[in-house]
């Protein structure tokens, strides 16, 4: 969520302000939901800067969780992800639910995208639910939409961390999801865009965070993928045909790391600025923004990392960082109230 709001906020100081559709799957989904809404920059940011950990709810252990894993659903050994979870997201969901009674955005066209069990791509809009197992086309189930907080929750459910999310079709029947990141596609969708929305590959930008980079958090995912199964983890992804043709955004973020619902704010601007440079450097690389911007931005960047690098080894007060960030984007005209 908070790299995409980095990307979304390089996207907006450098002009780009008209979409035909924006969309996402798992956390970055939470803040483009708001931007498809019409919500300003700022007022964004602010919602992204509250403690999520107080509508986030503990469940249960991990050890219960992989004890039905195993034994009591047996969903191990069906090859299935798990069917509970430690966190529940119902505290979320209403949150999401309550800026527009649940209702779908309508300044831009909006999707998400969760799987079911076994893979199969579910999309998500305000037309409606299609589905897709790979290697055929979507195809509509439902002309009923789920709510827009059930709708974002279901594509943020990481199996065995977070309760799965229930939709239910038109047609009465219920269908089971996880995180849009468990499908072939991995974390780039691309085919959503290209095959359902008709969009040109080069006019695609695909923001792909990925999964965490240190080395405690490989082996974490390693050893995860070994005790809860393949389906636990998001799979390599199939290379689509057009990602040499997209615009795709790489993002490092060491700021904060997953499931830290509680990060400090200033935590928060670090995973945000560094969204805010892996999209300048994708601009710049792909000749989208002038030489002019790409400098104003290098020197921006320069100026954050230098109170940064203040905060850290100077051992400033909690919230200085993130005063000090906000200042600067409003001197440079990046953040405008």
């Known amino acids: 969520m908070l790299a995409m709001l980095g990307m979304f906020l390089a996207l907006w100081w450098f002009g780009f302000r008209t979409f035909k559709t924006i969309g996402g799957i798992s956390g970055g989904s939470i803040g483009l939901r708001f931007f498809a809404e019409g919500m300003g920059i700022c007022k964004v940011i ?5 403690d999520f950990s107080t ?8 050890k219960s969780v992989l004890w039905g894993h195993y034994f009591t659903d047996a969903t191990r050994f069906k090859g299935e992800p798990p069917s509970g979870g430690k ?23 909006f999707w998400t995208m969760a799987v079911d069990k076994s893979g199969a791509q579910y999309l998500m ?6 589905k897709r197992v790979q290697g055929e086309n979507f195809r509509k189930v439902s002309n009923v939409t789920p709510p827009i907080g059930l709708a974002i929750c279901a594509s943020c459910t990481v199996a ?6 229930v939709i239910t079709l038109d047609n009465g029947e219920t269908v089971t999801l996880y995180d849009g990141a468990y499908s072939f596609e991995s974390f780039r969708p691309i085919s959503v865009l290209t095959e359902h929305y008709g969009a ?8 792909d965070v990925g999964p965490d980079l240190d080395l405690r958090d490989r082996l974490k995912g390693h050893l995860w993928s070994r005790f809860c199964g393949g389906r636990c983890v998001p799979p390599k992804g199939k290379k689509s045909e057009h990602e040499n043709k997209v615009l795709l955004v790489n993002a490092r ?24 440079l892996s999209m300048t450097l994708a601009l710049n690389d792909g000749h989208r923004i002038t030489e002019e911007q790409f400098l104003n931005a290098k020197d921006l960047i320069a100026g ?7 905060d850290y080894r100077k051992g400033m007060p909690a919230g200085w960082l993130t005063e000090q960030t906000m200042v600067l984007l409003r001197e440079r005209g990046v953040l405008q109230d």
């Not at 509508?55 to 991990?62: K, P, Q, T, V």
Request: net charge negative; with cysteine.
């Open 46 to 50: 602010n919602l992204a800067m509250q």
């Open 253 to 276: 973020i060491w700021g904060v790391r997953s499931f830290d619902f509680d990060a400090h704010t200033d935590q928060k601007w670090l995973a945000i600025m560094e969204g805010f």
């Open 304 to 310: 954050f990392n230098a109170f940064a690098k203040l």
């Open 55 to 62: 509508l986030i709810d503990e469940e249960c252990g991990m």
């Open 200 to 207: 040109q590959p080069g006019d695609i930008i695909i923001g």
């Open 125 to 130: 809009t305000v037309e409606g639910v299609f």
């Open 160 to 165: 065995g961390y977070f309760k799965p999310m």
């Open 87 to 109: 966190y529940r997201l119902d505290r979320l969901r209403e949150w999401l639910d309550s800026f527009s009674d649940g209702r779908w955005p309508t300044v831009i066209p």
